[in-house]
Antibody, heavy 122, light 107 residues
């Protein structure tokens, strides 16, 4: 059974940094692209970033470009999101999600992890 | 960037009603569209991919149609367990934008 478990969320001050992790199991991790999607409290879904199965290509939403970095360690079956220069508007639940193949585009997300909450506040 | 516009933003319908939700892309995206269901306090769940392919395990009362810029998610007979917010998502290129969501309630 595919399982995705996020961790690393918490309370951080504006301008601070946080690294999220997503531990994957139940599938060959390197064969699948992965993405991070966030949801601010009471709001809709926002795609944040995606990475191909090899890790060779990465993509970002304009709202996080230059501040967030997605990367993966296929030897540890783990996806990461390094978040720097955090702002209040980054407050959200962050989900990792699996694509059906190694390519990012032309594909969908299934399943999603349970999410980890990031709160940016002083 | 391509914008994804869902309508309506919310709807209320009776049990057994046929319900349709529309998603419009600001530019053509072929059939690179997915639909997700998110129940209150839960994780989003994939319903349909490639605009019209039903994900395994999803009830057959759900269906998707469309191509290019206009897409529709249809629930043929609304059930109590379908109360949720539904999102479309473009999958063809970055950014992988979601629609604003449609909240479905029972009348």
């Amino acid at each position: 059974e595919v399982h995705l478990l996020e961790s690393g969320g918490g309370l951080v001050q504006p301008g601070g940094s946080l690294r999220l992790s997503c531990a994957a199991s139940g599938f060959t991790f390197s064969n699948h692209a992965m993405s991070w999607v966030r949801q601010a409290p009471g709001k809709g879904l926002e795609w944040v970033s995606g990475i191909t199965g090899s890790g060779g290509s990465t993509y970002y939403a304009d709202s996080v470009k230059g501040r967030f970095t997605i990367f993966r360690d296929n030897s540890k079956n783990t996806l990461y999101l390094q978040m720097n220069s955090l702002r209040g508007e980054d407050t959200a639940a962050y989900y990792c999600a699996k694509a059906p193949v190694a390519a990012i585009f032309g594909n969908w997300f299934d399943p999603w992890g349970q999410g980890t909450l990031v709160t940016v506040s002083s | 960037d391509i914008q994804m516009t869902q309508s309506p933003s919310s709807l209320s319908a009776s049990i057994g009603d046929r319900v349709s939700i529309t998603c419009r892309a600001s530019q053509g995206i072929s059939n690179y569209l997915a639909w997700y269901q998110q129940k209150a306090g839960r994780v989003p769940k994939l319903l349909i991919y490639a605009a019209s392919t039903l994900q395994s395990g999803v009830p057959s009362r759900f269906s998707g149609s469309g191509s290019g810029t206009d897409f529709t998610l249809t629930i043929s007979s609304l059930q109590p367990e379908d109360v949720a917010t539904y999102y479309c998502q473009k999958c063809n290129s970055a950014p992988l934008t979601f629609g604003g969501g449609t909240k479905v309630e029972i009348k």
